[in-house]
């Protein structure tokens, strides 16, 4: 299944725009995924895909827009509750933080086109709100959706790596450095900290992948155009923001991923002797 979601995928992102019709078919088969499958990769690349062929026609009335609604209304339904959720509906919680993740990793673009174009009411800026309320709503000892959240927040970073910094363009208050901070800490609980090491991880090498691939295609060339003015601002802000954290780090960085990672350099070098023996493979 995995294999099947990989070749429609690159069918996607390189065929430059599928038929309308094989693009609903396409999406509405994946929509089904994302809703009754529990295993982690095959939701990942149902994501992937879905987001792929979003690209190739747009926003408006696509797969990832609905799923996005919904998933976000489950999430929000799951942390207004006063009563403490049940096994059943942690699970489903969890699972649609994860769900959300990957759309704002691989869909981050179509999503800022459709919001532009009044197709989608919902934010990336509003999804990291919706991840943050989430990690901030959880009791103390409630590890597994905060360790979700988390998760949530790092996949977004992925692709939008400046809403890590306030509206300054810094680490003050407003960023998301103190929830870094505390997650690195020798003293966080063990999964928070192999989370918050996986999302640097995974920013560090999307950034390097960003810096190493080859520019657009003949077949980049014919993705919906209103996508590929959204990835352009995106490319511009992202640049914008590095000049700022040159500043406020002190030091020539090229990219954001590579102030972020220097940011957080000696927490990680403290995490390489942790107790935990997962904690310091990462």
């Known amino acids: 299944l995995q294999c099947c979601m990989s070749v429609v995928h690159i069918v996607a992102k390189h065929a430059g725009r599928l038929p309308a019709p094989i693009a609903k078919e396409i999406e509405r088969d994946l929509r089904i995924l994302l809703l009754r499958h529990h295993d982690k990769a095959v939701i990942y690349y149902a994501c992937k895909t879905l987001c792929a062929v979003a690209e190739t026609r747009g926003g408006k009335d696509s797969g990832t827009m609905s799923m996005l609604k919904r998933f976000v209304a489950i999430v929000i339904e799951s942390i207004s509750s006063d009563e403490a959720l049940s096994v059943q509906n942690k699970s489903h919680c969890a699972r649609s933080l994860y769900v959300l993740g990957n759309i704002a990793r691989f869909g981050a673009d179509v999503v800022d086109a459709a919001v532009e174009n009044g197709e989608c009411d919902i934010s990336i800026q509003d999804l990291l709100r919706v991840f943050r309320k989430t990690l901030e709503s959880q009791p103390a000892e409630e590890y597994d959706l905060t360790r979700g959240a988390l998760g949530a927040c790092g996949d977004l970073f992925v692709a939008r790596p400046e809403l890590m910094f306030n509206r300054d363009g810094g680490f003050g208050k407003g960023s998301f450095d ?83 990672a220097q940011r957080y350099w000696t927490d990680v070098l403290a995490l390489c002797v942790d107790s935990a023996y997962s904690v310091r493979l990462k």
């Open 178 to 260: 103190s929830i870094m901070r505390a997650a690195l800490a020798s003293s966080a609980e063990r999964g928070l900290k192999e989370q918050a090491l996986t999302n640097l991880s995974e920013l560090i090498r999307e950034e390097e992948f960003r810096m190493t691939a080859t520019s657009g295609s003949a077949a980049a060339n014919e993705v919906n155009a209103s996508t590929k003015a959204s990835v352009l601002k995106s490319a511009q802000k992202r640049s914008r923001d590095a000049e700022k954290l040159q500043v406020v780090n002190g030091q020539s960085d090229r990219s954001i991923a590579g102030g972020i």
